[in-house]
């Protein structure tokens, strides 16, 4: 399948680096490509690999087996505009004031106790991305699939990519089905993907998104590749291919640890199009000079879809949205050719503002931003067995959704603390003995939540984390229902 657009795009790039071919050239050669694989909404037990008995995802269970698995990879933020804001800038969500997606930082709600922080929904031409580091370095930068970074003088073209497919400001197409576009949901609101080739009825928009990748991959480029595959699987609408949704009704038993035939079956094409990208790269030799990442942008979704909820993140507390381990914790996977071993896992913390500091490293790229709150993880990737040293991971959601309300929170070692910034409520939680944060510890120890606490507010000050506030409307309605 072949786009005139992007051929046209990188026609016009080439001829750009033929203008300058002796050091971009040179440069080109001997860096590794970068596919980077960001699942939408996929939640951390969601794949067989890290314990689902009931989902099918056997090219990502292969990938485990050649890559190094994370079991506490962290997203930066519980939902999707945060962390993608946070792992092409290296900066947190809280630095960056972007702590919630576009369409509710525009629109927060007023009939609440607390008045949401305020957030802004385009991420800065200023910031310098991943996307323009590698392109400095003469790589073609793609991104295929869902971007939610703003309106349209901020998508993927003004952030460095010089091939955009499908990136938009929207969260979630209208629907994943020919085609691709509608009013039906979200508020009546018009939604479409832009620049896929020609559909047809039935096509199924993962497989369309995935071909276009392939596209970028098949080029065989004298020049590496950066290249975002962001699908927006799974993020609702919760639609698959018929036949594969009924295999999984038919499979659905009291045992199993998922529940939703849909999303079974939209994870199961997900997985086959990740397969379809990952053997691409091996029968054509070039996974030897691939770095490949694969993680999501936050915890699985537990709210309902068509009546039934969409997933779980059990043995974790919660879901998308909620700063318990089920918002935050995702699957995480890294191979980087010569540098990681293969079928290892690690159970250090690590978290999405981490990726920027190690691509810059492991590809050998110009500085870029000078504020970063992740830290490499390559020593890590070489022994998945080592430490990164004492840190502290904080998150800071100063927003409602249906899982939670205003909330930072700050994992330091094992111990978890959050703390509600309506109400000021603080629960403590030990990680090792108690992954499902069931047992609040808060006031069984102070010293460690008033020491916990303290350094979670100098965080959010030394962030600039902009704080919600007391909503003086929802008093008076309190007031004026008192007698
Ligand atoms: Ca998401």
């Known amino acids: ?117 305020p ?16 392109r400095q370095a003469g790589y073609y930068t793609a991104h295929v699939g869902k971007w939610h970074l703003g309106t349209a003088g901020y998508y993927p073209e003004a952030h460095g990519f010089d091939l955009n497919v499908g990136g938009t400001f929207w969260g979630a197409p209208q629907t994943f089905f020919h085609p691709f576009s509608g009013d039906r ?48 699987s799974v993020h609702t609408p919760i639609e698959a291919p018929a036949d594969l949704v009924d295999k999984f009704r038919r ?12 999303y079974a079956a939209m994870l199961a094409r997900y997985d086959y199009n990740v397969g379809r990208l990952l053997d691409r790269l091996k029968s054509t030799g070039l996974d030897r000079n691939t770095i490949v990442i694969f993680t999501s942008d936050n915890g699985g979704y537990t709210e309902k879809f068509d009546g039934i909820p969409v997933t779980n993140n059990l043995p974790l507390r919660s879901g998308k949205g909620s700063l318990y381990e089920g918002g935050l914790r995702v699957p995480l996977m890294i191979r980087v050719p010569g540098i990681t071993p293969a079928d290892a896992v690690c159970h250090e913390p690590v978290i999405t503002t981490d990726f920027y500091p190690t691509l810059q490293g492991l590809n050998g790229l110009p500085n870029g931003t000078r504020t970063r709150d992740g830290v490499s993880i390559t020593n890590l990737l070489k022994q998945p067995e080592s430490s990164l040293g004492e840190r502290d991971l904080c ?16 994992r330091s070692g094992s111990w978890k603390l959050l703390e509600y910034l309506d109400s000021g409520r603080l629960e403590l939680f030990d990680l090792r003995e108690d992954p499902g944060e069931s047992v609040d510890l808060a006031a069984k120890l102070p010293d460690l939540v008033r020491s916990l606490r303290a350094r979670l507010a100098n965080w959010r000050k030394a962030s600039g984390a902009r704080m919600p506030l007391v909503n003086p409307d929802f008093k008076s309605k309190i007031e004026r229902k008192e007698p």
């Open 1 to 117: 399948m072949k786009y005139s657009y992007s051929e046209a795009t990188r026609r016009g790039f080439l001829s750009t680096l033929t203008a300058m071919p002796a050091v971009a050239s040179q440069v080109a050669a001997s860096r590794m490509n970068v596919l980077f694989i960001l699942a939408d909404d996929l939640g951390w037990s969601d794949l067989a690999c890290y314990g689902s008995n009931y989902h099918e995802t056997p090219n990502l269970d292969a990938f485990a087996r050649t890559a190094v698995r994370f079991t506490n990879g962290y997203a930066s933020a519980p939902v999707c505009s945060p962390t993608r804001a946070a792992l092409l800038t290296g900066k947190s969500p809280a630095r960056l004031g972007m702590t919630t997606w576009h369409e509710a930082s525009v629109d927060p709600p007023t009939d609440r106790p607390m008045l949401p922080a």
């Open 119 to 134: 957030s802004d929904g385009n991420l800065p031409l200023s910031e310098i991305s991943l996307a323009k580091l590698y």
């Open 185 to 232: 949901r979200y508020g009546g609101e018009f939604r479409y993907v832009p620049g896929l080739p020609y559909s047809k009825p039935g096509d199924y928009l993962p497989d369309l998104l995935t071909d276009a990748a392939l596209d970028v991959i098949d080029r065989k480029s004298a020049v590496p590749f950066f290249l975002n595959y962001w699908c927006h």
């Open 251 to 262: 499979k659905l038993e009291p045992r199993h640890t998922h529940r939703n035939p849909a």
């Open 395 to 410: 998150f800071h959601f100063p927003h409602y959704y249906p899982t939670t309300s205003p909330v930072s929170a700050i």
